[in-house]
């Protein structure tokens, strides 16, 4: 069984309770961290006013940066899966070679 536990974190400087598995709240304080980061960058801005809009906000921005790891994570998978293909070709031409 999964023990729960109750985390206390500060976003916007309102306290959110909020319950995890025991073995998540350090990820979870980190990313209500990050989260408060990122919307205090908005407000500090002073586009976008009321904490609700300044929580879509940021839930864009940090959408925007995930897609963007994970799009160049791909294409860094995809150019490892080329290498090695070549890697194999090549070492396949050696074999035939000798």
């Known amino acids: 069984m999964i ?14 309770h909020i319950a ?6 350090i990820n979870l304080e980190r990313a ?3 989260l408060d980061k990122k ?8 586009k976008v006013i009321g904490a609700e809009r300044i929580a879509v906000m ?5 959408t925007h940066e995930l897609h963007n790891k994970q799009h160049a994570a791909l294409h860094d998978e995809q150019g ?3 290498i090695q293909q070549l890697v194999t070709r090549v070492q396949q031409s ?5």
Do not use: F, H, W
Not at 20 to 25: I, L, M
Not at 94 to 98: M, R, W
């Open 94 to 98: 050696l074999d035939s070679a000798e």
């Open 80 to 82: 490892t899966e080329q």
């Open 20 to 25: 995890c598995p025991a073995s998540e709240s």
């Open 39 to 46: 919307m205090r960058e908005i407000r500090r801005s002073g």
């Open 3 to 16: 023990q729960s536990q109750t985390v206390t974190v500060r976003i916007l400087d309102k306290e959110y």
């Open 58 to 62: 940021a839930a864009l921005n940090i």
């Open 32 to 34: 209500a961290e990050y």
